[in-house]
């Protein structure tokens, strides 16, 4: 009995709660790598949103040394293109002396009040084209995934939503 209970946990399956460590190779739709990570560097909450829809259903059930492929179409990934998150603004927007050029990536503050990444698409001499979408919004996303470790997540952890390191997660929330 005791060497079945051994046995289940080191299977432990990867699930709402339970911390994954994986890693994985990003393609776009011509085979280009977009992101890897390799040697265990990446690690999630499985449950909390921290990674793609798409990947985390895919995911969903796996246990260490299981390796999936899967292919994820923009709405389960970053969403489709929205044409109106790129607007053209007044240069002195920016709170900057540097010189603004194209794919500066800058931290904005949406109208709902939530924090977003804009990345600058084009710069004239009074004005800038800004782009809310994320880099990989309307992209078809190739994952080649191997689970290298699964294991319950901390209370910690759970309260936070995302993993902690050794040294704790670094706020105090």
């Known amino acids: 009995m005791n060497f079945y209970l051994k046995f289940q946990g080191i299977n432990m399956l990867i699930g709402n709660g339970r911390v994954a460590i994986i890693d994985y190779t990003l393609k776009d ?18 449950g909390a949103q921290n ?6 259903v895919a995911l969903e059930g796996k246990q260490a040394g299981d ?57 004239d001499d009074d004005e800038v084209t800004i782009d809310g979408n994320h880099a990989m919004a309307g992209m078809n ?6 689970v290298v470790e699964v294991r319950e997540a901390t209370a910690e952890e759970l309260e936070h939503g995302h993993v902690h390191s050794a040294d704790g997660c670094g706020h105090d929330h």
């Open 141 to 146: 996303l190739h994952f080649s995934v191997d």
């Open 29 to 46: 739709d011509d085979g280009d790598v977009l992101d890897a990570s390799q040697n265990g560097e990446f690690i999630y909450l499985h």
């Open 51 to 56: 990674i793609i829809p798409g990947l985390e």
């Open 67 to 123: 390796s999936v492929s899967v292919s994820i179409e923009p709405k389960d990934a970053y969403g489709e293109r929205d044409p109106e998150r790129i607007q053209v603004v007044p240069r002195d927007m920016f709170e900057t002396d540097d010189e603004i050029v194209a794919g500066m990536q800058f931290h904005a503050q949406s109208p709902e009040g939530n924090m977003m990444v804009i990345t600058v698409a084009e710069v």
